[in-house]
């Protein structure tokens, strides 16, 4: 299959996230051939189509053949199948902000050209859903034994807030304090670790 990448690098990192979701070519194979009484070559050209749904991303609504696995996944939960039958999707999420809408919707059109590579979702969210998927998120992407769980996470509202900054570029040299200041005429001022 052509490979084609699609730079996703105009929009800000903060405003995107991925989900990586596998399925087992084994499993769905078995799908098509036993339950659907599909023919070998029918069940191959059908699973060269297959998008799975976005509800297949959540998590919760995950189910067989796709699973979210992790680096440690070495074999299908459902038919323990071995790691050669996984193919791998991610999703890429973007929330949309104002401050790049022009990016945003230039990514998007070339997204569109691509119909054999990508399937696009526009999903209508509302603020408070977007919020608390953002901290579902977070909560996963957090280690609260670990004591700098807070810092993460306030850089990460901080990033949430502003999405258009680099942030990445401005704390390159790390991060030890993060304090809200009245007195800053800027929208942040980051100075040895502080900002
Ligand atoms: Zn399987």
Redesign the pocket.
């Known amino acids: 299959m052509k490979k084609i990448e699609i730079s996703f690098d105009a929009i800000p990192a903060s405003a995107i996230s991925q989900t990586k979701l596998t399925i087992?070519?084994?499993?769905?194979f078995?799908f098509f051939t036993k339950q659907l009484k599909l023919s070998n070559r029918t069940a191959y050209s059908e699973l060269k189509k297959h998008t799975p749904e976005e509800q297949d991303f959540t998590g919760a609504a995950t189910a067989?053949?796709h699973f979210l696995s992790g680096d440690e996944t070495t074999n299908?939960?459902?038919?323990?199948?071995a790691k050669r039958?996984f193919a791998t999707f991610t999703a890429i999420r973007v929330d949309a902000h104002p401050s790049f809408e022009k990016q945003r919707k230039k990514v998007w059109a070339a997204l569109k050209k691509e119909t054999e590579l990508y399937a696009l979702w526009a999903v209508e969210r509302t603020q408070m859903q977007i919020f608390s998927e953002w901290l579902e998120r977070l909560q996963h992407g957090l280690d609260l034994n670990d004591e700098r769980w807070l810092l993460e996470a306030a850089m990460a509202q901080t990033k949430r807030s502003y999405p258009a900054v680099q942030w990445e570029e401005v704390t390159k040299e790390g991060l030890r304090r993060l304090q809200l200041s009245r007195q800053a005429e800027e929208d942040g001022v980051y100075e040895n670790g502080w900002l």
């Not at 087992?24 to 769905?28: V, Y």
């Not at 299908?76 to 199948?81: D, F, H, I, Q, V």
């Open positions: 087992c070519l084994k499993c769905a078995d067989r053949p299908c939960p459902y038919c323990n199948g039958w």
